[in-house]
């Protein structure tokens, strides 16, 4: 495409909950963490980050407590702009220009999305932070990042998982006979309904020729190597 540096672009979606710390709120040591390991990598690759909202507010879990359930989705997609303006402080922090960009208007908080805009932000190596979700209720972070790297022409999403580090046969914190699968179809995820990633991400990745990479983000430096192209985890493709 005419947009293309050369350089490795990506799309890496952490899970709100990692933000957490396993609390509500946010772990700001967890977040310097992951800030730093992806500050190592600018300049090598281009790299953009969804973000969920876990930690805060999940959309369902309000509306079973009785909530309607589009503003309780609101809710959960503010919750991703304050774990998107956190990473930005940290990678700020690390000496990183990085530019939120909002599905949900805020210009005193955020950049609206504005995706070409977002690949030039790129190609002058700063980072992009997609936040507010898709801006629609009844949508996931998941096929957010998967609809956000198709718009800006990512080579490969990155799912970053906490205590698992790749798609397993089974439940490996359940299954002693859980095996870790190096390489998986899209077709094969969703038949053996891995639920690393929703269905409709999956299929928007199949359907497009994406792929994407589920790694665990607890070993020494593993977002970073991740980042860099390092083959690590679950590769899954068409
Ligand atoms: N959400 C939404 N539309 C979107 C993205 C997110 O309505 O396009 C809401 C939804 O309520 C969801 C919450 O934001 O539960 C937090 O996102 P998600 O559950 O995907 O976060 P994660 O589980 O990855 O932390």
Do not use: W
């Not at 963490?33 to 500050?39: L, P, S, T």
């Not at 190592?40 to 999940?58: C, K, L, M």
């Not at 359930?69 to 402080?89: E, F, I, K, P, W």
């Not at 909002?102 to 980072?127: C, F, G, L, N």
């Amino acid at each position: 495409h005419h947009d293309d540096t050369g350089r490795r672009r990506v799309l890496l979606k952490l899970s709100g909950e990692v933000f957490g710390g396993g609390r509500v709120g946010i772990d700001t040591e967890v977040i310097r963490g992951i800030a730093e390991q992806i500050a190592a990598t600018v300049g090598q690759v281009e790299t953009s980050i969804v973000i969920g909202g876990g930690n805060f507010f999940r959309g369902a879990e309000l509306s079973q407590a009785g909530m309607d359930r589009s503003r309780a989705d609101y809710m959960g997609m503010l919750g991703t702009v304050m774990n998107s303006l956190a990473l930005q402080d940290f990678l700020e922090q690390a000496g990183i220009d990085t530019r939120v960009q909002s599905a949900i208007t805020m210009p005193q908080v955020a950049e609206t999305y504005i995706p070409r805009r977002a690949i030039r932000h790129m190609q002058k190596d700063r980072v992009v932070i997609f936040g507010a979700g898709a801006g629609l209720p009844y949508f996931s972070t998941d096929t957010v990042a998967a609809q956000r790297a198709l718009e800006i022409h990512a080579d490969e999403v990155l799912v970053a998982k906490n205590g698992v580090d790749g798609i397993y046969t089974s439940d490996p914190n359940k299954d002693p006979n859980a095996e870790r699968l190096y390489n998986l179809t899209y077709d094969e995820a969703m038949k053996r309904n891995i639920r690393v990633m929703d269905q409709t991400a999956f299929s928007l990745c199949r359907d497009n020729n994406v792929a994407m990479r589920v790694f665990g983000m607890q070993g020494e430096g593993n977002v970073t190597k991740a980042l860099l192209g390092e083959e690590m985890g679950t590769l899954v493709t068409k």
